[in-house]
């Protein structure tokens, strides 16, 4: 059974401009989080989507949005990059039922230069 | 709001040495809990959780946690420790009715030395 697969895992940036992640879920699984792993911060929710739509909002800026498919694959989007968003981005996959165990993919590394 | 307090940062240990590292959280609602571990380079991997019944739970790798009410804690442990077992270790609570948010703790890096 195939993991959570995220790409890119390594990525590049300038400020100013905006960035695309993807994550692929576990087959079967319905609900796909992201968080955001700096070393000043920790890890961070940012959101989660089940079917298609945003079941929960962390607190970070409008500049962050993401999106799910009726495939479930998600897409994350940060625009108008800032070098305070350097960091890992996690995606995790669910099955969707409430509280059940997150399978993390190895994450996207986000460097802004 | 709910949050989650490791206590230690750092815990080194030498290779075959019983390890414990502290967790304790803050909630006014009932939680879910659970102890993820991240190598180099790598996403979370879950090691154990506690989402009801024996307050003794026990995971992969030989690792165990027990969840105290009253303490507020989820301490997690190891009688002997492999150097293959150095990495980051994080404790996090979901809340019933939260929908899957995951809030950790700032980690604690298990440095198991020879």
Request: hydrophobic content about 25%; glycine content about 8%.
């Given at each position: 059974k195939?993991?959570?697969?995220?790409?890119?895992r390594y990525l590049i940036k300038t400020r100013g401009q905006q960035v695309t992640?993807?994550?692929?879920?576990?087959?079967?699984?319905?609900?796909?989080?992201?968080?955001?792993q700096t070393p000043g911060q920790g890890l961070q929710f940012l959101f989660e989507y089940?079917?298609?739509?945003?079941?929960?909002?962390?607190?970070?800026?409008?500049?962050?949005?993401?999106?799910?498919?009726?495939n479930s694959?998600?897409?994350?989007?940060?625009?108008t990059l800032e070098l305070g968003d350097s960091a890992l981005y996690l995606c995790a996959s669910r099955t969707g039922d409430l509280n059940t165990e997150a399978f993390f993919g190895q994450g996207t590394r986000l460097t802004v230069v | 709001a709910q949050s989650v307090t490791q206590l230690d940062s750092q815990v080194p240990v030498f290779e075959e040495a019983p390890v414990e590292l502290r967790c304790n959280y803050s909630s006014s609602v009932s939680v879910y809990l659970f102890w993820y571990v991240q190598y180099p380079n790598q996403g979370l991997q879950l090691l154990l959780k506690y989402l009801s019944g024996s307050t003794l739970v026990k995971g992969i790798n030989g690792f165990e946690a027990e969840f105290n009410k009253s303490q507020t804690s989820f301490h997690l442990r190891k009688p002997s420790v492999h150097i293959s077992?150095?990495?980051?270790?994080?404790c996090a609570v979901s809340v019933s009715g939260g929908y899957n948010k995951l809030i950790f703790g700032a980690g604690t890096r298990l440095a198991v030395h020879p």
């Open positions: 195939a993991g959570v697969t995220q790409t890119p992640l993807s994550c692929s879920p576990i087959s079967g699984h319905r609900s796909v989080s992201w968080y955001q089940f079917s298609e739509t945003q079941r929960n909002k962390g607190n970070f800026p409008g500049r962050f949005s993401g999106r799910q498919f009726s694959r998600s897409e994350m989007n940060v625009s | 077992d150095t990495a980051e270790y994080f």
